[in-house]
């Protein structure tokens, strides 16, 4: 039992350095673990007691795979994340609009049966206008800026509310 003095230490701390995410501590601790089974194993004459070692030492390999199969995870994301540019944006983000109120009727000017449009809703379409704009001339180059204007126009005239 000699060749068993410490394991349970040794495991716990190479257990506990994997969750804490010490791998290369976590291996050097599993390793020296496998170890001490593997010269505890060569004292076993029992086969019983011989084959429950076995099995707590493939355990604990796949233990000690499972934590370098992280480590070499790691180690791809660190050389991947210095090849792979940073993303960048497709569009700019839609510009802010400002809201002016309608002018006051001027004397002479329409009658007050004019409608008034809401401002808010006016400005969701006017920002809904400049994102089909950006759409259309992305993804057809050939569409002329008259025929934007026409359209734009066309949704202008439609009342808001």
Not at 129 to 138: G, H, K, T, V, Y
Request: net charge negative; hydrophobic share 40%.
């Amino acid at each position: 039992m000699e060749h068993l003095v410490g394991l349970e230490h040794q495991l716990q701390v190479s257990r506990e350095s994997a969750l804490l995410g010490n791998y290369e501590a976590s291996l050097v601790h599993f390793d020296g673990a496998i170890s001490q089974v593997q010269r505890y194993l060569r004292t076993l004459d029992d086969p019983a007691l011989r084959a429950k070692w076995l099995r707590a030492k493939e355990d604990l390999s796949g233990e000690f795979q499972i934590v370098k199969e992280i480590v070499a995870e790691l180690s791809k994301l660190r050389a991947g994340s210095k090849a792979v540019p940073p993303p960048t944006a497709a569009a700019p983000p839609p510009s802010q609009l400002l809201l002016r109120p309608d002018p006051v009727a001027v004397v002479g000017g329409p009658s007050g049966a004019a409608q008034q449009r809401d401002p808010d809703v006016c400005a969701a379409d006017a920002e809904l206008a400049s994102m089909i704009e950006r759409d259309i001339l992305e993804r057809r180059p050939s569409v002329h800026w008259g025929d934007i204007a026409a359209s734009r126009r066309r949704g202008a005239d439609e009342p808001c509310a």
